[in-house]
């Protein structure tokens, strides 16, 4: 049997994106917040970087992936039948830790494609309903960038400027500007001044720069501290297993357990879900009862469907010059929105965005991570290694990855995680819409490239080692019968639950999404502190 | 992960085959000591499988089974056989790939050579603060944005 533990106003799960950003808000509000997280706090001096292993580690025990990971406050992910491996970290600040900080927003008509152009679904909400939250979180987070974007809405001043361009993003914007294309420096969470006491990076220095990754924001620190201070409660190493409901379907708390093994019921008036598009399905499927046999909150039966990842292809371009094309972030550099919206004259419909992506390190460069295959081994190997290292560069193709509900996640009735909990079972493949419009992708990025002075590119059609973006898995939407939460993200089911993460996303857009994310979870916190 | 010493030195020696010396780098074990090898596959469960597919791969191969074994191969035998093994089990092999070149450019000597400065101060790492006048043409562009 569980402990049981007094009453709380609010518990939230998952100390990421989502579940920093509310639990700051509903913090200055004086409730009696108590944050769940299944990892430990992460020292920032941990950061692989400034040391020789730097790659050693990035490639190992700070991998992307928790698979390959396999840390002890990771759960594995089944996903041998998803085209897209999952991507993920579990800490006190969440992935936040392991991102590249790239913060464009969702456009208008990411809400409406629907109405715009038949297919997929409207958000019940628009990006006017989210303007002042990506304000709020610009500012909390501290986003570098300018204002003007032509592709985008007007937006605040942003509180630091751009990070710098260097001279491989000055060639991209220069050949953007000859074939008449859009480009943007990209709004980063990555700090280009010291910012709210946090490191600035001084346009010095490497991806492999521990002061660089310092630079980016990450929830413990931007959101999680202060609300500390506002007498936020934050338990480390504690694994929900399940929410609890009683005999007529009335929320009660939830079930965790320590990293001891010690299993505790937490009475809580409200619970939020911020565990991201895979964690949260998973809580939700493994709450069974009575009431809910089918999982909690999935009357409309799509709790853990329309999994969406955002599917990317990659060009990679080499060039003579003897330049330094791996300083700077790695991939917070430019954006391109030329192919955003539908055309009707194309084989798809939706579009993408292009990302600028940097050489890397020397192992990675050999590696081929992302872009290219390794560097070849043998006699070759040296004259292959020259010819790449930090002479190449990439156009990233960030694709919109329409709803589908045969792509999903399940939980496994037989494997367990170390705490008993089921482990998640993903499906997904590419749909032909997404593949076609990642060939338009590569086709573009090629020309981009050719115009900035590469005399050779390879294509990636599928970045498999991609899916950082988890999304769509409890569905927004007005109708219970066809969604999991409404527009306020309070389940349609159990009166008082919420979920925040980007599971409650109705479509992808072609951008990264935590700005988004953030920006839900504030305005979420906004209506229960309403409420 | 249970490998044995002589194990380990029958895959340190395939090292020079993946990254042989050139005229200005040196070859793999000039740079990798085989301790960092053992730490490397000891402290990283992932390898481990692989791992234990290469040697199995290598021991059966009927080159390594006449003669002295696999540990009185030939340099050409040894290229000969990592071509099979990229072929046969090629998920293995590029684990094997990532151990040597993981471990290779992850030293000084080679970071040098290579011409790859992690001091963030070096003047070679400056990188000039972002300047508005590149935005003049882009900036000139109607507002396109889809309103919804």
Known sequence: MPKNLPFVDIVIVGSGASGGACAWKLSESGAKVVLLEQGDWFDQNDYPGDTNDWEIKQKNSFHFNPNVRNLSNDYEILDKNSDIHPLMYNAVGGSTHHWTAHTPRFHPSDFRVNSLDGVAFDWPISYWDLEKYYDLNDIMMGCSGINGDPANPPRSERPMPPLPLGDDGKKIAEAADRLGWHWWPSDSYQASEDYKGRVGWNNHGTFASKKQWQSVASTDVTYIKPAIENGLEVRTNCAVQNISVDNTGKLTGVIYVDNRGNQFFQEAGKVILACNGIGTPRILLNSKSKIFPDGLANSSGLVGKNLMFHPYASVNGYFNEDVNYSLGPLANIIIVQEFYETDPNRNFVRGYSFQMARSNGPAHTALGTGNTNNVIWGKEHHNEFKRRFKKSLGMAIISEDLPELHNRVEIDELKTDKNGIPLPKIFYKTSENTRNLLNHGMKSAEKLLLEAGSYEVNHNPLLQTAGWHLMGTAKMGEDPVNSVVNSNCETHDVKNLYIIDGSVFTTSAAVNPTPTIQAIALRTADAILRS | ?148
Not at chain 2, 50 to 55: A, G, N, V
Not at chain 2, 64 to 72: I, N
């Open chain 2, 1 to 148: 992960m249970s490998i044995s010493n002589n194990e380990i030195d029958i895959l340190y020696s395939f090292f020079d085959q993946i990254i042989p010396s050139s005229d200005d780098m040196p070859c793999a074990t000039e740079a990798i000591d085989k301790k960092d090898f053992e730490i490397l596959i000891s402290e990283n469960s992932k390898y481990e499988i692989s791992i234990d597919q290469i040697i199995y791969f290598i021991k059966r191969e009927p080159t390594s089974r006449v003669g002295g074994g696999a540990s009185s191969l030939s340099e050409i035998q040894k290229g000969e056989i990592l071509e099979l093994m990229e072929s046969i089990i090629p998920d293995d092999f590029l684990m094997l790939i990532e151990i040597v070149y993981l471990l290779y450019y992850s030293k000084s000597e080679i970071h040098e050579k290579i011409g790859w400065n992690t001091d963030e101060l070096a003047e070679e790492n400056k990188m000039e603060a972002f300047d508005d006048s590149i935005l003049n043409n882009i900036k000139k562009r109607e507002p396109f944005w889809r309103k919804a």
